[in-house]
């Protein structure tokens, strides 16, 4: 069992930077890909990031490729995710999870607003 915290969120305006953290309970959170999400107002949730249990491997979305960089510290069992030349379009509330994800792991998430 995995019990997620995601913070680090807020607003900024387009072109800033914002650097997500979450922490994971459990000493299993070194065997997962780990993974963020978010959910625009009045959209379904959509994948953002993923990294492998090394961090050696990592997968972004289209939409924030070059712009965002998911990473991980085992040692903190911490998933990061680093934003740069935020747009309007990434305002929403990001979420971690593992990958494949796992319902009972949503978080409350934390919430980025880009101001144009």
């Known amino acids: 069992q995995v019990q997620l915290a995601e913070s680090g969120g807020g607003l900024v305006q387009a072109g800033g930077s914002l650097r997500l953290s979450c922490v994971a309970s459990?000493?299993?959170?070194?065997?997962?890909?780990m993974s963020w999400f978010r959910q625009a107002p009045g959209k379904d949730r959509e994948f953002v990031a993923a990294?492998?249990?090394?961090?050696?491997?990592?997968y972004h979305a289209a939409s924030v490729k070059g712009r965002f960089t998911i990473s991980r510290d085992n040692a903190k069992n911490t998933v990061y995710l680093q934003m740069n030349n935020l747009e309007p379009e990434d305002t929403a509330v990001y979420y971690c999870?593992?990958?494949?994800?796992?319902?009972?792991?949503w978080g409350q998430g934390t919430h980025v607003t880009v101001s144009s």
């Open positions: 990294i492998n249990w090394s961090g050696v491997e990592t």
């Open positions: 999870n593992t990958y494949p994800v796992a319902q009972a792991y």
């Open positions: 459990g000493r299993a959170f070194r065997s997962y890909i």
